[in-house]
Each structure stands twice: as structure tokens, then as C-alpha cells.
């Protein structure tokens, strides 16, 4: 299956856990993928394993909290030429074809009267303004293409779907990025950009571990405390993604997939 041959797509915090596993599943399915983050090591590495299996991928250092980085971004994804897609003059030309804005962070663990200022601000810095940034960068150029494009926002159970110790400050940050691309994907779908969420409950990345607890101790708490026994795998919410960027998902607009293994039912 190679749903997304011939396209683009740009994927944020894609130098770990669950961005890295949906930039590899893009160039897995045909993609030329543009795999940002702030750290330039960890994102050769994404980009050696897409070539790895034969992909192509370029790394773009970039903070998502600036909107000068957001524009270079959609820049570098639409001037990456297609190989085999060529202008009337026979020049190889490019699209910005899909987005997925994932880069965020965790900051808590205390209750929310213990939280200092700081990680407040960086919270909404990185994971809602990040994403308002991204959307405006992004859906500025994608309504400019004849074939339009597909946005996948990474929000959270948190917030949206649920309520979690320690963690008041994040969830209202991916709360507003389930009401900002709602409220986007309205705004947009009939300038041919449709956008939607997917919210991954505890997924294996460090993000899922709380402190002082080993990866055995989280599996252990998982097999006694979530429906499904385990938590997500990074493939498994990747695999959400590609579906709902794929003309698969031609219809869903604005939608908020859960992917948490009953969690939050
Ligand atoms: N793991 C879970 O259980 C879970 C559950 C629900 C939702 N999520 C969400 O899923 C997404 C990915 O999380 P993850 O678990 O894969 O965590 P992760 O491995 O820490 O990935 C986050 C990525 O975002 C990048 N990033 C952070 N701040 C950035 C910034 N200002 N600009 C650009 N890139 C930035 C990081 O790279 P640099 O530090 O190099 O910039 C990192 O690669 C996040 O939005 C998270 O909130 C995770």
C-alpha cells in the first residue's frame, strides 16, 4: 500500500517517539518527508532509518514556538521537488501535501499550585501556539495548491477526554488544540484543507513514564489498570494519522480520533 506517493508531508518533533514512527510510516507509504524538531542529531537519525528502507527525508532544524520557523518549514516542504511531478516548462515542482504538528511537551508531575510559571508558558509556547503557528503557515500555502491538503494535529486524552493528576497545566494546552483544529477545520475545508486531531492515550515514548518508574513498572500498571492490558504502541498512532491525511478520510473533518485502548471510555 503506498497511499501517499508523488506527496509531501511535514511532520514536527519527528526526532522521537510517536513523530519519528509517523515519518517513517509516511516515506513507508510513498512519502517525501521534511521531519522537524529543535535538535539536529536525533532527526539524521529519523532520516536514516526513512533511507534506510529506501525513503527520502530531509531534516529542518526549527522551534515551533516562532512563527519565522513555522513559515521556513512549509518553505522547505514545498520547495522539495517531486521527482516524477514537473511544472509545463518541465521543471520538478513541489506541494506542501500534508502536516502533522506533533512537537510538545510534558511539563508536571505536582499539583497544579506547585507548577512553576515557567513551565506554564513553555506548555502553551510549544503545544498551542506551536499549532496555531503551524496552522497559519501551513493552511496559507496548502489553499494556494489545486489539490489542497491534510492536517493531523497530535493533541491528547489529557484534556480533551480526560482529567489526570498533576497534569492540569498540559491537559489545557491539548484542550485548546482539540477546539483550535476544530475550529480550523471548519474555517478551511472549503479552501480544501481539512484538518483533524488524533489523541493518543499513554503511548510508549518517555513522555508515559512517571517519575522514578522503569518501563517494566509502567508495562505492570498498564496490564492492571488500562482495558486493553498494555498501553499504545508509537506504529499504532502513526497508523491513525496516515489515515486520517490519506483520501481514505476524504469525509472526516474536524474529527478527534482516540487512540488509548479503551483508557478513557
Ligand atoms: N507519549 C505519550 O504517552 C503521549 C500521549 C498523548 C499525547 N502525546 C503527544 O504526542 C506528541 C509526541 O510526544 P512523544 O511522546 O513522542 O514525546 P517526545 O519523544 O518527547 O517527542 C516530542 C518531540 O517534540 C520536539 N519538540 C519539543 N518542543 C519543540 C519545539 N519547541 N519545537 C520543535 N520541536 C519540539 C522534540 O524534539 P526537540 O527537543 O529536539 O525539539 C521531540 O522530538 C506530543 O505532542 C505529546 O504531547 C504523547
Known amino acids: 500500500m503506498a497511499r501517499f506517493t508523488g506527496r509531501t508531508a511535514l511532520v514536527t518533533g519527528a526526532g522521537s517517539g ?24 536525533p532527526l539524521a537519525e529519523t532520516v536514516r532509518l526513512i533511507e534506510e528502507q529506501g525513503g527520502k527525508a530531509l531534516a ?13 518549514l512549509v518553505r522547505a516542504a514545498a520547495d522539495l521537488p517531486h521527482p516524477r511531478l514537473r511544472s509545463g516548462g518541465g521543471t520538478p515542482i513541489g506541494s506542501l501535501d500534508v502536516a502533522v504538528n506533533n512537537a510538545g511537551v510534558f511539563r508536571g508531575g ?19 501556539t506551536g ?3 503551524a496552522l497559519q503557515a501551513q493552511i496559507r500555502r496548502m489553499r494556494t495548491q489545486p489539490a489542497g491538503g491534510a492536517i493531523v494535529n497530535i493533541s491528547s486524552t489529557f484534556g480533551p477526554h480526560t482529567a489526570s493528576p498533576g497534569a492540569a497545566a498540559y491537559s489545557a494546552t491539548k484542550a485548546a488544540v482539540t477546539a483550535l483544529s476544530r475550529g480550523a477545520a471548519l474555517d478551511h475545508i472549503r479552501d480544501g484543507v481539512r484538518i483533524n486531531v488524533v489523541s493518543p492515550g ?6 508515559s ?20 492490558g498494555r498501553i499504545v504502541a508509537t ?23 482516540v487512540v488509548d485502548g479503551g483508557a478513557t471510555l
Open 60 to 72: 529542518v532544524s526549527a522551534d515551533v514556538s516562532r512563527a519565522s520557523d513555522a513559515e521556513t
Open 209 to 228: 513514564l512517571r517519575p522514578g518508574e522503569t518501563e517494566s513498572d509502567r508495562a505492570e500498571r498498564a496490564r492492571a489498570t488500562l482495558p486493553l
Open 110 to 128: 505536582q499539583p497544579l499550585v506547585d507548577l512553576p510559571e515557567e513551565d506554564w508558558h513553555t506548555q502553551l509556547a510549544t503545544n498551542v
Open 235 to 257: 506504529q499504532e498512532v502513526a497508523a491513525a494519522v496516515l489515515y486520517l491525511a490519506s483520501d481514505d478520510a476524504a469525509s472526516v473533518v474536524g474529527t478527534d480520533l
Open 18 to 41: 510517536i513523530g519519528r514512527a509517523v515519518a517513517v510510516a509516511f516515506a513507508a507509504e510513498g512519502a517525501q518527508v521534511v521531519v522537524a524538531g529543535r535538535r539536529p542529531e
Open 202 to 207: 499513554a503511548t510508549e515514548t518517555p513522555m
Open 131 to 133: 499549532v496555531f503557528l
